[in-house]
């Protein structure tokens, strides 16, 4: 991936990587950039998975927070800041949602759910809402390209925290079928993202 | 380097990034991954995909005081504050640092607060760790030993009241021992007085006296005298007399020529009965009268008019 050149001038992967060294000699103006830039699409995720914002706004505190204890362990060049972020909140997010089922009374309502391509855009500042519009162009591109039964098992495994076999329950569908869905969707849309010269990395390098 | 189980990882490498296997799973393909790099490579490939995933969910600012909340947060720990986040919003540390694996990330972050520290302040607090813990254990030894001495005295007490119970009862015993000491010493002196009478009564040498009973003697009353020449011993049975009114007494005399001796009282019983044995001051040779009177209580010094009995002797 790293061999492809970016569609787009975008200077953000190199200033996420001088921001994640200042935040790892403890500047925390350094971490409100970090927040600044990317909290808006951890809590619109969090809202999402978990449709309760109180808790979202938990992890987004959360989500930066290890972002700034964990700085030093951030390889720089290894991979996206943002990708990297993104992966934190998704994990407080699951663990959460997996709490709360582990609970007799479900919190979130299913009628709250909305579909992927359903969500609103929401604004930022200008030159981060124009970063955020292109790469959310991008992936829901991606999404709209790949057959609907696959975003399906998709958005269910990721938005909707369940696990294989919880999804196949749900869709009423072999374990089997859940497993080939989510290879081929993802596999598809990593295939979307490289021929489109759209990689992650790419809209950092 | 490629393991011999790689086309069974690869095939769950989409689930894994997703982070869509159960634990167990998730776990077997995290530890082949972290070993096989051809594996790696392909849940990799994945992470772009999955890094541009949130921005299909769509941008939303979250309420200002998340941010406020957070550097709030940051500078309380920067402060070497350590345990003591400040400002922090309630609701947040209630849910989130005390539930499951929140839990446990407000662990760690309190440990590593502390190693932050430094060793100095570490080992400061570990010793005084040690100490409250010693304390704490003091304290138990303490309120157990209280509760001990608690409970022992309680006995005590029990013990205590008992004993008293058992002194009154002793006591109480003991009264009843000594009433009954002096009713037997009552009973075997009457029991000796009977034996002294009745040997006295029928002993060959004594002679016994009518006595005469006057006008104011009621019908059926009799009274016999008993004694020994040159003896000064006097036996009185007396039957059928009323028992004196309260302030007078029966007495007897013995008289020589005008001289009238007052010798004692003599007690009736309820059915009418007296016994009386006395010792007069000389051999009964010596006088010449008895009579028995009923006097007031105080006037020994003479016997009244109302003469009972009466005889020469």
Same mark, same amino acid.
């Given at each position: ?11 953000s992967?190199?200033d996420d990587e001088v921001l994640i060294a200042r935040i790892a000699r403890r500047d925390s103006s350094a971490l409100e950039q970090l927040y600044d830039r990317y909290a808006r699409i951890v809590y ?13 706004e *938990?992890?987004v505190q959360e989500t930066f927070w290890r972002v700034w204890r964990r700085s ?9 800041v943002a990708?990297?972020i ?25 009628? *709250?759910? &909305?579909?992927?391509?359903? &969500?609103?855009?929401?604004?930022g500042d200008?030159v981060n ?75 950092? *390098? | ?17 997703? %982070? ?11 530890? @082949? ?17 999955? %890094? ?9 600012d979250p309420p200002p005081h998340v941010k406020r909340q957070l550097l709030a947060r940051i500078a309380a720990a920067s ?7 400040v400002q ?16 446990? $990330? ?54 205590? $009241? ?29 029991? %000796? ?22 006008? @104011? ?11 020994? /020449? ?15 009114? /309260? ?7 013995? $008289?020589? %020529? ?52 009466? $005889?020469?002797?």
């Amino acid at each position: 991936m790293s061999q492809i050149k970016p569609p787009m001038a975008d200077s953000s992967a190199l200033d996420d990587e001088v921001l994640i060294a200042r935040i790892a000699r403890r500047d925390s103006s350094a971490l409100e950039q970090l927040y600044d830039r990317y909290a808006r699409i951890v809590y619109a995720t969090a809202l999402r998975i978990l449709s309760n914002t109180e808790l979202a706004e *938990d992890i987004v505190q959360e989500t930066f927070w290890r972002v700034w204890r964990r700085s030093t362990s951030f390889t720089v060049g290894r991979g996206q800041v943002a990708g990297w972020i993104f992966g934190i909140a998704h994990n407080l997010c699951i663990d959460e949602l997996r709490r709360q089922r582990s609970r007799p009374v479900t919190v979130q309502s299913e009628q *709250d759910e &909305q579909t992927i391509l359903e &969500q609103p855009d929401l604004q930022g500042d200008v030159v981060n809402a124009a970063i955020e519009r292109e790469r959310r162009r991008i992936i829901l591109q991606a999404l709209a390209q790949i057959p609907p039964e696959q975003r399906e098992v998709l958005e269910l495994a990721y938005f909707g925290g369940l696990s294989q076999s919880e999804i196949a329950q749900r869709l009423n569908s072999p374990i089997g079928t859940v497993k080939t869905r989510t290879r081929l969707a993802l596999q598809k849309m990593r295939d979307l993202l490289h021929n489109q010269k759209i990689g992650a990395e790419d809209l950092h *390098d | 380097m490629t393991l011999s189980n790689c086309d069974e990882i690869i095939e769950l490498i989409p689930a894994f990034v997703l %982070g869509a296997l159960d634990a167990h799973e998730a776990a077997h393909v995290a530890t @082949h991954v972290a070993a096989c790099s051809r594996c790696r490579a392909e849940a990799e490939s994945f992470r772009d995909v999955v %890094g541009l995933l949130p921005y299909a969910a769509g941008s939303l600012d979250p309420p200002p005081h998340v941010k406020r909340q957070l550097l709030a947060r940051i500078a309380a720990a920067s402060e070497n504050a350590v345990a003591y986040p400040v400002q922090q919003p309630q609701r947040s540390t209630a849910r989130i640092f005390l539930t499951g694996r929140w839990f446990a $990330a407000a662990l760690a972050l309190m440990l590593a607060l502390i190693v932050g520290l430094g060793a100095a302040t570490f080992e400061a607090r570990g010793r005084a760790d040690q100490l409250a813990a010693e304390l704490a254990t003091s304290r138990q030894m303490l309120r157990a030993m209280e509760a001990q001495v608690a409970e022992i005295r309680r006995a005590a007490q029990t013990v205590e $009241a008992q004993l008293t119970a058992t002194q009154r009862e002793l006591d109480e015993t003991r009264t009843q021992l000594a009433a009954s000491q002096r009713e037997l010493q009552e009973v075997r002196a009457l029991a %000796g007085t009977d034996v002294q009478l009745v040997s006295f009564i029928v002993a060959p040498q004594t002679v016994s006296q009518l006595l005469g009973t006057t006008k @104011h003697a009621p019908k059926e009353a009799s009274a016999r005298m008993f004694m020994q /020449p040159g003896h000064n011993r006097l036996v009185l049975l007396i039957y059928g007399l009323k028992s004196a009114e /309260p302030g007078k007494v029966y007495r007897l005399w013995l $008289a020589k %020529g005008d001289q009238a001796i007052a010798i004692g009282t003599v007690a009736v019983g309820p059915d009418g009965v007296a016994e009386f044995v006395v010792d007069a001051p000389e051999p009964m040779d010596a006088y010449d009268q008895v009579m028995i009177t009923l006097d007031e209580v105080d006037t020994a010094a003479r016997p009244s008019e109302e003469v009972i009995f009466e $005889a020469s002797l």
